[in-house]
Protein backbone atom coordinates (compact mmCIF):
# COMPACT_ATOMS: atom_id res chain seq x y z
CA UNK A 1 0.00 0.00 0.00
CA UNK A 2 1.45 3.64 -0.78
CA UNK A 3 1.85 5.01 2.39
CA UNK A 4 1.71 9.09 2.19
CA UNK A 5 3.73 10.65 5.36
CA UNK A 6 3.66 14.50 5.74
CA UNK A 7 5.11 16.00 8.62
CA UNK A 8 4.67 19.69 9.29
CA UNK A 9 7.23 20.78 11.45
CA UNK A 10 10.05 23.73 12.58
CA UNK A 11 13.51 22.80 12.42
CA UNK A 12 14.98 23.41 15.29
CA UNK A 13 11.98 22.11 17.39
CA UNK A 14 13.34 19.00 19.74
CA UNK A 15 9.80 17.76 19.66
CA UNK A 16 10.05 17.36 15.73
CA UNK A 17 12.90 16.19 15.95
CA UNK A 18 12.25 13.25 17.69
CA UNK A 19 9.52 12.38 15.48
CA UNK A 20 12.53 12.77 12.55
CA UNK A 21 14.25 10.48 14.35
CA UNK A 22 11.43 7.82 15.11
CA UNK A 23 10.59 8.17 11.22
CA UNK A 24 14.63 7.03 10.30
CA UNK A 25 14.59 4.38 12.68
CA UNK A 26 11.60 3.36 10.77
CA UNK A 27 13.60 3.80 7.42
CA UNK A 28 10.17 5.87 6.54
CA UNK A 29 10.26 8.21 3.56
CA UNK A 30 8.06 11.49 4.07
CA UNK A 31 7.44 14.78 2.73
CA UNK A 32 8.75 17.55 4.76
CA UNK A 33 7.04 20.78 5.77
CA UNK A 34 8.50 23.02 7.23
CA UNK A 35 6.19 25.73 8.98
CA UNK A 36 6.60 29.62 9.95
CA UNK A 37 5.37 29.69 13.17
CA UNK A 38 4.77 33.30 12.62
CA UNK A 39 2.36 32.03 9.94
CA UNK A 40 1.22 29.09 10.20
CA UNK A 41 0.04 27.51 6.75
CA UNK A 42 -3.67 26.60 6.24
CA UNK A 43 -2.65 22.82 6.52
CA UNK A 44 -1.31 23.17 10.12
CA UNK A 45 -4.53 25.28 11.25
CA UNK A 46 -6.37 22.20 9.14
CA UNK A 47 -5.02 19.52 11.05
CA UNK A 48 -4.14 20.45 14.41
CA UNK A 49 -6.46 23.06 14.67
CA UNK A 50 -6.86 22.54 19.05
CA UNK A 51 -3.31 23.19 19.38
CA UNK A 52 -2.21 24.60 16.16
CA UNK A 53 1.16 23.58 17.07
CA UNK A 54 4.19 21.54 14.89
CA UNK A 55 4.88 18.72 15.17
CA UNK A 56 1.96 17.08 12.86
CA UNK A 57 2.72 13.80 11.26
CA UNK A 58 -0.43 13.52 8.49
CA UNK A 59 -0.71 9.93 7.52
CA UNK A 60 -2.83 9.41 4.47
CA UNK A 61 -4.58 12.27 5.02
CA UNK A 62 -4.95 11.94 9.03
CA UNK A 63 -3.57 13.94 11.48
CA UNK A 64 -1.40 13.00 14.23
CA UNK A 65 -0.51 15.79 17.20
CA UNK A 66 1.55 15.79 20.03
CA UNK A 67 5.09 14.30 19.72
CA UNK A 68 5.17 11.37 22.18
CA UNK A 69 1.46 10.33 20.81
CA UNK A 70 3.13 10.46 17.13
CA UNK A 71 6.27 8.71 18.28
CA UNK A 72 4.20 5.94 19.67
CA UNK A 73 1.64 5.63 16.61
CA UNK A 74 4.89 5.63 14.15
CA UNK A 75 6.19 2.43 16.57
CA UNK A 76 2.84 0.97 16.62
CA UNK A 77 1.97 0.93 12.97
CA UNK A 78 5.48 0.20 12.13
CA UNK A 79 6.12 -2.44 14.70
CA UNK A 80 8.50 -4.50 12.44
CA UNK A 81 11.32 -2.50 12.05
CA UNK A 82 13.77 -1.20 15.33
CA UNK A 83 10.95 -1.44 17.82
CA UNK A 84 11.47 1.87 19.78
CA UNK A 85 9.24 0.91 23.00
CA UNK A 86 10.24 -2.20 24.87
CA UNK A 87 7.59 -5.36 24.58
CA UNK A 88 7.80 -5.59 28.24
CA UNK A 89 4.84 -3.99 30.06
CA UNK A 90 6.79 -2.87 32.95
CA UNK A 91 9.15 -1.57 31.23
CA UNK A 92 7.36 -0.14 28.64
CA UNK A 93 5.76 2.08 31.90
CA UNK A 94 9.37 3.20 32.87
CA UNK A 95 10.07 4.41 29.28
CA UNK A 96 6.98 6.54 29.50
CA UNK A 97 7.56 7.47 32.58
CA UNK A 98 10.88 9.14 31.54
CA UNK A 99 8.93 10.61 28.45
CA UNK A 100 6.54 12.20 30.69
CA UNK A 101 9.36 13.22 32.80
CA UNK A 102 11.76 15.00 29.84
CA UNK A 103 8.49 16.86 28.68
CA UNK A 104 7.24 17.80 32.08
CA UNK A 105 10.35 19.44 33.04
CA UNK A 106 13.49 19.66 30.34
CA UNK A 107 11.59 22.40 28.12
CA UNK A 108 10.61 24.80 30.41
CA UNK A 109 14.03 24.71 32.60
CA UNK A 110 16.41 24.54 29.81
CA UNK A 111 14.55 27.70 28.28
CA UNK A 112 15.03 29.26 31.09
CA UNK A 113 18.69 29.07 31.26
CA UNK A 114 19.02 31.48 28.34
CA UNK A 115 16.12 33.91 28.38
CA UNK A 116 16.17 34.49 32.18
CA UNK A 117 18.80 36.90 34.05
CA UNK A 118 20.08 37.03 37.60
CA UNK A 119 19.30 34.83 40.49
CA UNK A 120 16.41 32.91 38.01
CA UNK A 121 19.07 32.00 35.97
CA UNK A 122 21.38 30.33 38.08
CA UNK A 123 17.73 28.56 39.36
CA UNK A 124 16.78 27.19 36.38
CA UNK A 125 20.59 26.26 35.81
CA UNK A 126 20.59 24.25 38.83
CA UNK A 127 17.35 22.47 37.97
CA UNK A 128 18.34 21.71 35.06
CA UNK A 129 21.45 19.85 35.68
CA UNK A 130 19.56 17.98 38.68
CA UNK A 131 16.93 16.84 35.71
CA UNK A 132 20.08 15.52 33.73
CA UNK A 133 21.01 13.84 36.89
CA UNK A 134 18.64 11.95 37.26
CA UNK A 135 18.13 11.02 33.81
CA UNK A 136 21.90 9.85 33.95
CA UNK A 137 21.06 7.88 37.06
CA UNK A 138 18.14 5.72 34.52
CA UNK A 139 21.15 5.54 31.87
CA UNK A 140 23.00 3.59 33.90
CA UNK A 141 25.67 1.70 32.47
CA UNK A 142 23.44 0.94 29.01
CA UNK A 143 24.58 2.49 26.22
CA UNK A 144 21.28 3.68 25.32
CA UNK A 145 17.75 4.03 27.73
CA UNK A 146 16.51 1.90 25.38
CA UNK A 147 19.27 -0.61 26.23
CA UNK A 148 21.45 -1.82 23.00
CA UNK A 149 19.80 0.01 20.38
CA UNK A 150 17.85 3.86 20.25
CA UNK A 151 14.33 3.61 22.21
CA UNK A 152 11.92 5.99 23.24
CA UNK A 153 13.74 7.89 25.82
CA UNK A 154 16.72 8.20 23.71
CA UNK A 155 14.63 9.52 20.78
CA UNK A 156 12.77 11.60 22.90
CA UNK A 157 15.57 13.34 24.70
CA UNK A 158 18.31 13.47 22.18
CA UNK A 159 16.50 16.59 20.22
CA UNK A 160 17.60 18.81 23.68
CA UNK A 161 21.01 18.05 22.83
CA UNK A 162 21.38 20.47 19.99
CA UNK A 163 19.89 22.84 22.05
CA UNK A 164 23.19 22.11 24.72
CA UNK A 165 25.20 24.64 23.07
CA UNK A 166 22.78 27.61 23.46
CA UNK A 167 22.14 26.45 27.10
CA UNK A 168 25.40 26.67 27.77
CA UNK A 169 26.79 29.69 26.12
CA UNK A 170 23.69 31.98 26.93
CA UNK A 171 23.85 30.12 30.24
CA UNK A 172 27.56 29.85 31.21
CA UNK A 173 27.61 26.72 32.37
CA UNK A 174 29.22 23.32 31.12
CA UNK A 175 26.92 20.47 31.09
CA UNK A 176 29.64 18.22 30.15
CA UNK A 177 31.21 18.88 33.51
CA UNK A 178 28.18 18.19 35.46
CA UNK A 179 27.10 15.19 33.65
CA UNK A 180 29.67 13.66 31.53
CA UNK A 181 27.25 10.46 31.09
CA UNK A 182 25.38 12.56 29.43
CA UNK A 183 27.53 13.90 27.16
CA UNK A 184 28.96 10.56 26.41
CA UNK A 185 25.60 9.21 25.24
CA UNK A 186 25.04 12.06 22.86
CA UNK A 187 27.89 10.88 21.13
CA UNK A 188 27.22 7.41 20.89
CA UNK A 189 23.78 8.39 19.68
CA UNK A 190 25.70 10.54 17.09
CA UNK A 191 27.15 7.93 15.95
CA UNK A 192 23.62 6.57 14.57
CA UNK A 193 22.26 7.44 11.17
CA UNK A 194 19.03 8.37 12.16
CA UNK A 195 20.25 10.50 14.39
CA UNK A 196 23.37 12.21 13.08
CA UNK A 197 21.24 13.24 9.99
CA UNK A 198 18.58 14.26 11.77
CA UNK A 199 20.13 16.85 13.82
CA UNK A 200 20.41 20.23 13.45
CA UNK A 201 23.95 21.97 13.88
CA UNK A 202 24.25 23.79 17.52
CA UNK A 203 25.93 26.50 16.19
CA UNK A 204 22.97 27.02 13.72
CA UNK A 205 20.37 26.28 16.40
CA UNK A 206 22.30 29.02 18.73
CA UNK A 207 21.83 31.28 15.87
CA UNK A 208 17.77 31.45 15.87
CA UNK A 209 18.00 31.45 19.91
CA UNK A 210 19.78 34.74 19.91
CA UNK A 211 17.21 35.82 17.49
CA UNK A 212 14.32 35.17 19.67
CA UNK A 213 16.47 36.77 22.38
CA UNK A 214 16.36 39.98 20.06
CA UNK A 215 12.56 39.50 19.97
CA UNK A 216 12.10 39.16 23.49
CA UNK A 217 14.52 41.97 24.29
CA UNK A 218 16.60 40.00 26.25
CA UNK A 219 19.71 41.31 23.60
CA UNK B 1 -3.46 -12.78 41.96
CA UNK B 2 -3.75 -12.04 45.81
CA UNK B 3 -4.96 -8.73 46.72
CA UNK B 4 -2.23 -7.87 48.62
CA UNK B 5 -0.12 -8.39 45.07
CA UNK B 6 -2.30 -5.06 43.52
CA UNK B 7 -1.95 -1.72 45.87
CA UNK B 8 -3.24 1.40 44.80
CA UNK B 9 -1.34 4.29 46.58
CA UNK B 10 -4.18 7.55 46.53
CA UNK B 11 -6.61 9.50 47.79
CA UNK B 12 -10.41 9.57 47.14
CA UNK B 13 -11.23 12.80 45.91
CA UNK B 14 -8.30 12.89 42.99
CA UNK B 15 -9.50 12.41 39.36
CA UNK B 16 -6.30 11.06 39.01
CA UNK B 17 -6.58 8.35 41.55
CA UNK B 18 -9.89 7.06 40.45
CA UNK B 19 -7.88 6.19 36.75
CA UNK B 20 -6.42 2.99 37.86
CA UNK B 21 -8.94 1.71 40.13
CA UNK B 22 -11.64 2.53 37.47
CA UNK B 23 -9.10 -0.17 35.00
CA UNK B 24 -8.67 -2.13 37.76
CA UNK B 25 -11.97 -2.72 38.11
CA UNK B 26 -13.03 -2.99 34.36
CA UNK B 27 -10.03 -6.51 34.56
CA UNK B 28 -12.14 -7.23 37.30
CA UNK B 29 -8.80 -6.88 39.60
CA UNK B 30 -8.56 -6.97 43.06
CA UNK B 31 -6.04 -4.50 45.08
CA UNK B 32 -5.70 -2.71 47.92
CA UNK B 33 -6.40 0.90 48.32
CA UNK B 34 -3.68 2.70 50.39
CA UNK B 35 -4.68 5.96 51.24
CA UNK B 36 -2.77 9.17 51.80
CA UNK B 37 -3.67 11.04 54.62
CA UNK B 38 -4.62 14.23 53.68
CA UNK B 39 -1.46 17.09 54.61
CA UNK B 40 1.07 14.58 54.75
CA UNK B 41 2.66 12.12 52.30
CA UNK B 42 3.56 9.06 53.96
CA UNK B 43 7.35 7.00 53.53
CA UNK B 44 5.66 4.60 50.67
CA UNK B 45 4.58 7.04 48.89
CA UNK B 46 7.56 8.71 49.04
CA UNK B 47 9.64 5.44 48.14
CA UNK B 48 7.64 4.38 45.36
CA UNK B 49 7.51 7.89 43.74
CA UNK B 50 10.43 9.56 44.88
CA UNK B 51 10.87 11.67 41.44
CA UNK B 52 7.54 13.67 41.56
CA UNK B 53 6.12 12.54 45.30
CA UNK B 54 2.79 12.21 43.67
CA UNK B 55 -0.46 9.79 44.27
CA UNK B 56 -1.65 7.75 42.23
CA UNK B 57 1.08 5.05 42.49
CA UNK B 58 0.64 1.42 41.21
CA UNK B 59 2.35 -1.12 43.42
CA UNK B 60 2.52 -4.30 41.55
CA UNK B 61 4.23 -7.20 43.78
CA UNK B 62 7.04 -4.57 44.43
CA UNK B 63 7.49 -2.42 41.26
CA UNK B 64 6.25 1.10 41.32
CA UNK B 65 4.30 2.46 38.51
CA UNK B 66 3.48 5.94 38.51
CA UNK B 67 1.41 8.80 36.19
CA UNK B 68 -2.07 8.33 35.88
CA UNK B 69 -2.31 7.44 32.30
CA UNK B 70 0.82 5.41 32.41
CA UNK B 71 -0.63 3.31 35.41
CA UNK B 72 -4.05 2.57 32.68
CA UNK B 73 -1.94 1.47 30.34
CA UNK B 74 0.06 -0.67 31.93
CA UNK B 75 -2.67 -2.16 33.47
CA UNK B 76 -4.49 -3.14 30.31
CA UNK B 77 -0.96 -4.75 29.17
CA UNK B 78 -0.71 -6.99 31.78
CA UNK B 79 -4.11 -7.87 32.26
CA UNK B 80 -4.20 -8.27 28.65
CA UNK B 81 -7.51 -10.29 28.46
CA UNK B 82 -10.87 -8.41 27.38
CA UNK B 83 -12.21 -5.84 28.66
CA UNK B 84 -9.12 -3.67 26.24
CA UNK B 85 -8.98 -0.27 27.89
CA UNK B 86 -7.31 1.09 24.91
CA UNK B 87 -8.62 0.77 21.33
CA UNK B 88 -6.93 -1.86 19.31
CA UNK B 89 -6.70 0.41 15.66
CA UNK B 90 -3.26 2.63 16.29
CA UNK B 91 -4.96 5.77 14.80
CA UNK B 92 -7.60 5.60 17.20
CA UNK B 93 -5.46 4.78 20.18
CA UNK B 94 -3.02 7.85 18.97
CA UNK B 95 -7.01 9.79 19.28
CA UNK B 96 -7.93 8.71 22.58
CA UNK B 97 -3.80 9.70 24.12
CA UNK B 98 -4.27 13.00 22.35
CA UNK B 99 -7.69 13.83 23.78
CA UNK B 100 -6.58 12.49 27.32
CA UNK B 101 -3.51 14.83 26.84
CA UNK B 102 -5.85 17.52 26.67
CA UNK B 103 -7.64 16.76 29.41
CA UNK B 104 -5.17 17.19 31.44
CA UNK B 105 -3.32 20.00 30.09
CA UNK B 106 -6.11 22.20 29.00
CA UNK B 107 -9.27 21.40 30.61
CA UNK B 108 -8.40 20.49 33.98
CA UNK B 109 -6.36 24.20 34.59
CA UNK B 110 -9.05 25.90 33.17
CA UNK B 111 -10.95 24.37 35.61
CA UNK B 112 -8.78 25.25 38.53
CA UNK B 113 -9.00 28.47 37.07
CA UNK B 114 -12.58 29.17 37.43
CA UNK B 115 -11.33 28.47 41.49
CA UNK B 116 -8.88 31.27 40.89
CA UNK B 117 -10.74 33.86 39.07
CA UNK B 118 -10.81 37.22 40.78
CA UNK B 119 -14.47 38.92 40.54
CA UNK B 120 -17.45 38.15 38.45
CA UNK B 121 -16.22 39.18 35.37
CA UNK B 122 -13.09 37.22 35.20
CA UNK B 123 -15.28 34.38 36.63
CA UNK B 124 -17.62 34.22 33.63
CA UNK B 125 -14.67 33.85 31.52
CA UNK B 126 -13.05 31.56 33.07
CA UNK B 127 -16.60 29.25 32.98
CA UNK B 128 -16.47 30.13 28.98
CA UNK B 129 -13.14 28.48 28.38
CA UNK B 130 -14.08 25.25 30.45
CA UNK B 131 -17.33 25.43 28.12
CA UNK B 132 -15.41 26.03 25.03
CA UNK B 133 -12.97 23.00 26.04
CA UNK B 134 -16.33 20.63 26.82
CA UNK B 135 -17.86 21.69 23.42
CA UNK B 136 -14.68 20.24 22.21
CA UNK B 137 -15.21 17.17 23.60
CA UNK B 138 -18.48 17.07 22.48
CA UNK B 139 -17.26 16.58 18.85
CA UNK B 140 -14.22 14.30 19.50
CA UNK B 141 -17.50 12.29 21.18
CA UNK B 142 -19.48 12.44 18.56
CA UNK B 143 -16.64 10.78 16.49
CA UNK B 144 -15.19 8.21 18.74
CA UNK B 145 -17.91 6.75 20.53
CA UNK B 146 -19.04 5.62 16.76
CA UNK B 147 -22.73 5.54 17.54
CA UNK B 148 -21.71 4.07 21.29
CA UNK B 149 -22.86 4.95 24.85
CA UNK B 150 -18.93 5.83 25.61
CA UNK B 151 -15.87 7.45 24.17
CA UNK B 152 -14.50 3.62 23.58
CA UNK B 153 -17.54 2.98 21.90
CA UNK B 154 -19.80 -0.17 23.54
CA UNK B 155 -17.41 -0.27 26.39
CA UNK B 156 -16.01 2.22 28.40
CA UNK B 157 -12.57 2.77 27.48
CA UNK B 158 -9.26 4.73 27.79
CA UNK B 159 -10.57 8.07 27.32
CA UNK B 160 -13.69 7.98 29.43
CA UNK B 161 -11.70 6.96 32.28
CA UNK B 162 -9.48 9.93 31.48
CA UNK B 163 -11.83 12.55 31.12
CA UNK B 164 -14.74 11.00 33.47
CA UNK B 165 -12.51 10.95 36.31
CA UNK B 166 -13.24 15.14 36.34
CA UNK B 167 -16.76 14.38 36.32
CA UNK B 168 -17.08 14.74 40.01
CA UNK B 169 -14.83 17.86 40.22
CA UNK B 170 -16.94 19.39 37.02
CA UNK B 171 -20.11 18.87 38.92
CA UNK B 172 -18.28 20.35 42.42
CA UNK B 173 -17.97 23.43 39.87
CA UNK B 174 -21.31 23.41 39.08
CA UNK B 175 -22.55 23.45 42.17
CA UNK B 176 -20.58 26.50 43.76
CA UNK B 177 -20.55 28.81 40.79
CA UNK B 178 -24.41 27.99 39.76
CA UNK B 179 -23.58 26.97 36.52
CA UNK B 180 -24.21 23.79 33.95
CA UNK B 181 -20.87 23.44 32.39
CA UNK B 182 -22.44 20.04 30.78
CA UNK B 183 -25.27 21.46 29.18
CA UNK B 184 -27.92 20.05 27.25
CA UNK B 185 -28.14 23.06 24.40
CA UNK B 186 -23.89 22.72 23.84
CA UNK B 187 -23.16 19.42 25.10
CA UNK B 188 -26.04 16.91 24.99
CA UNK B 189 -23.70 13.87 23.88
CA UNK B 190 -21.55 14.73 27.21
CA UNK B 191 -24.49 15.20 29.59
CA UNK B 192 -25.48 11.38 28.73
CA UNK B 193 -22.15 10.25 28.76
CA UNK B 194 -21.48 11.34 31.83
CA UNK B 195 -24.74 9.90 33.39
CA UNK B 196 -23.63 6.50 31.90
CA UNK B 197 -19.80 6.85 33.24
CA UNK B 198 -21.11 7.38 36.71
CA UNK B 199 -23.96 4.74 36.61
CA UNK B 200 -21.01 2.26 35.07
CA UNK B 201 -20.19 -0.45 37.62
CA UNK B 202 -16.41 -0.03 37.11
CA UNK B 203 -16.70 3.47 38.21
CA UNK B 204 -19.78 3.96 40.71
CA UNK B 205 -18.39 2.54 43.74
CA UNK B 206 -15.13 4.70 42.94
CA UNK B 207 -16.63 8.11 41.91
CA UNK B 208 -17.47 9.98 45.26
CA UNK B 209 -20.94 11.73 45.16
CA UNK B 210 -21.30 15.30 44.48
CA UNK B 211 -21.98 16.57 47.75
CA UNK B 212 -19.00 14.39 49.78
CA UNK B 213 -16.77 16.40 47.01
CA UNK B 214 -18.18 19.92 47.45
CA UNK B 215 -17.16 19.25 51.29
CA UNK B 216 -13.84 18.12 51.01
CA UNK B 217 -13.26 21.09 48.34
CA UNK B 218 -14.34 23.46 50.96
CA UNK B 219 -11.61 21.89 53.61
CA UNK B 220 -8.72 22.13 50.70
CA UNK B 221 -9.65 25.40 50.07
CA UNK B 222 -9.34 26.57 53.77
CA UNK B 223 -6.36 24.53 53.80
CA UNK B 224 -4.81 25.98 50.72
CA UNK B 225 -5.49 29.87 52.32
CA UNK B 226 -3.64 29.01 55.60
CA UNK B 227 -0.12 29.64 56.41
CA UNK B 228 1.75 26.77 54.98
CA UNK B 229 2.44 24.12 57.44
CA UNK B 230 6.07 23.31 58.43
Known sequence: MAEELVLLDFWPSMFGIRVRIALAEKGLKYEYREEDLTNKSPLLLQMNPVHKKIPVLVHNGKPVCESAIIVEYIDEVWHDKSPLLPSDPYQRSQARFWVDFIDKKLYDTGRRTWSTTGEEQEKAKKEFIEILKLLEEQLGDKPFFGGESLGNVDVSLIGFSCWFYSYETLGNFSIGAECPKIIGWVERCSNKESVSKTLPDSKKVFGFVQELRKKFGLE | ?230
Request: proline residues 7%; aromatic residues 10%.
Open chain 2, 1 to 230: MAKSDVKVLGAWPSPFVMRPRIALNIKSVDYEFLQETFGSKSELLLKSNPVHKKIPVLIHGDKPVCESLIIVEYIDEVWSSAPSILPSNPYDRATARFWASYVDEKLFPSMKEIVSADGEEAKKAAIQVVVDGLVLLEDAYAKCSKGGKFFGGEQIGYLDIAFGSYVGWLRVTEKFNQVKLLDEAKTPGLVKWAEAFCAHPAVKDVMPETDKLAEFAKVLAKARAAPPPK
